[in-house]
C-alpha cells in the first residue's frame, strides 16, 4: 500500500482529520481555487474541479467556502494566485516520493522542504529519476464495513473498473484516469453500496521497498511533517511498513 492511503487510514482511525478541520479545508480550497482557473468554474464540465467539491462535500465543508474558492479561481472575486508544483525525492532507505505543491511563493516551499527532508534522511531529486517508479490512476476507496466482498467486485468490474485491491480494512477499485469520473458516477448507482471513503486520481507505486527500524521511523515522522505542510496537497511513495508501527507512531 502506497503512504498516502496507509497514513490517511490511521489518521482517520485515530480522530485527527477531525482535529486538522481547518488545516484540510484550506488544502481542499486551494485545489478547488486552481481547478476553477485552469478548467473554468461549472463542475460538470471540468472532472478536476468535480472531484475537489466532492472532496469538500465529503469533508463537510460550507457550500459558501466552495462557491468564493469557485469565483476565485475564475477571477469573479480577487484572490491568490497558486503555482502547481511537483518535487521527486529520495526518503529513508532508499525509498520513493511525489510530493505535490500548491504554494503562492515557490522560493519559500521548496526551502522548507529541503529543511525537512534534511532533518529526516530525506533528499530531492532531480526531475524524471523517481516518477518513473509510479502510474497515475483513477482510484475510489471504500471500508470494507457492510460490503459483499463479491458483490462489489461484481459491481466495480461492470461500472469499468479495471482492478479492485485488497487494503487491509478498506477496498481500492483502480481505473484508466479518463474512464474515473464514470466509474465513480456508475458506482454511486448501485443499490446497497455506500458513499466512498475516498475518490482521487493518485499516483501509485509499481511495486513497494520495505522499511523496517530507524528507516521506517524517519520516513513515518518525514511523512507526518509533509502531511501537515500548508503548501503540500499530495505525497505518494512506494514505501512498506508495518502497521504496528503506524499505529505507534501515531499515537
Request: proline share 4%.
Amino acid at each position: 500500500m502506497s503512504g498516502h492511503n496507509k497514513w490517511s487510514s490511521i489518521k482517520y482511525k485515530k480522530g485527527a482529520a477531525d482535529a486538522k478541520r481547518g488545516k484540510v479545508f484550506t488544502k481542499i480550497i486551494k485545489e478547488i481555487t486552481v481547478a476553477a482557473r485552469i478548467g473554468g468554474g461549472d463542475p460538470e464540465s471540468n472532472p478536476r474541479l468535480r472531484a475537489a467539491v466532492d472532496r469538500a462535500k465529503a469533508a463537510n465543508m460550507p457550500a459558501d467556502n466552495m462557491a468564493r474558492a469557485i469565483k476565485k479561481g475564475t477571477g469573479e472575486l480577487e484572490g491568490v494566485t497558486y503555482e502547481e508544483m511537483t518535487y521527486e525525492v529520495y526518503g529513508p532507505g532508499g525509498a520513493a516520493l511525489l510530493i505535490e505543491v500548491l504554494t503562492d511563493n515557490k522560493n519559500r516551499t521548496v526551502a522548507e522542504l529541503k529543511h525537512l527532508l534534511s532533518r529526516h534522511n530525506g533528499a530531492l531529486g532531480r526531475p524524471g529519476t523517481v516518477a518513473f517508479k509510479f502510474e497515475r490512476l483513477g482510484t475510489i476507496t471504500y471500508s470494507k464495513e457492510g460490503v459483499d466482498e463479491d458483490a462489489f467486485m461484481e459491481a466495480a468490474l461492470e461500472a469499468g473498473a479495471d482492478d479492485v485491491r485488497d487494503e487491509d480494512e478498506a477496498w481500492m477499485v483502480v481505473c484508466d484516469p479518463t474512464n474515473f469520473m464514470d466509474v465513480k458516477d456508475a458506482l454511486e448507482k448501485v443499490e446497497g453500496l455506500p458513499k466512498p471513503d475516498e475518490a482521487a486520481l493518485a499516483m501509485l507505486p509499481l511495486a513497494t521497498v520495505k522499511l523496517t527500524g530507524r528507516d521506517a521511523e524517519s520516513m513515518i515522522k518525514l511523512y507526518q511533517k509533509l502531511d501537515d505542510h500548508d503548501d503540500v496537497q499530495n505525497v505518494y511513495a512506494d514505501f512498506d511498513i508495518d502497521d504496528s508501527l503506524w499505529e505507534q507512531m501515531a499515537n
